[in-house]
Nanobody, 125 residues
Framework: QVQLVESGGGSVQAGGSLRLSCAASTYAANYDFMAWFRQAPGKEREGVAALYLGRGRPTYADSVKGRFTISRDSDKNTLDLQMDSLIAEDTAMYYC??????????????????WGQGTRVTVSS
């Protein structure tokens, strides 16, 4: 079983930055993709950024391209999300996820089998 624990959420003004981190309890024996999702009140959970743990470029949702950066520290087994130029629409609960490649897009929640409990991000305008 993989346990994922997020940290780094908080409140920030529009234009500011936050850095989220996700610690995984085990190494990538059970998964080959990790991702960040978010869910705003009353909305569906949406994929924000995904990273293949082998080679390959990260995948970003159009809404965060150029503002968010996903990265992994393989020594520490953590997944980070650097969020810059935050806007009010980024306000949501952010979740870390891990899963295996399959028939769905890497930003589709169906790809992921392991989820963290989430960390809240609030951006005030």
């Amino acid at each position: 079983q993989v346990q994922l624990v997020e940290s780094g959420g908080g409140s920030v003004q529009a234009g500011g930055s936050l850095r989220l981190s996700c610690a995984a309890s085990t190494y990538a024996a059970n998964y080959d993709f990790m991702a960040w999702f978010r869910q705003a009140p009353g909305k569906e959970r949406e994929g924000v950024a995904a990273l293949y743990l082998g080679r390959g470029r990260p995948t970003y949702a159009d809404s965060v391209k150029g503002r968010f950066t996903i990265s992994r520290d393989s020594d520490k087994n953590t997944l980070d999300l650097q969020m810059d130029s935050l806007i009010a629409e980024d306000t949501a609960m952010y979740y870390c996820a891990a899963g295996r490649s399959g028939p769905y897009s890497v930003l589709n929640r169906k790809t992921y089998h392991y989820w963290g409990q989430g960390t809240r991000v609030t951006v005030s305008s």
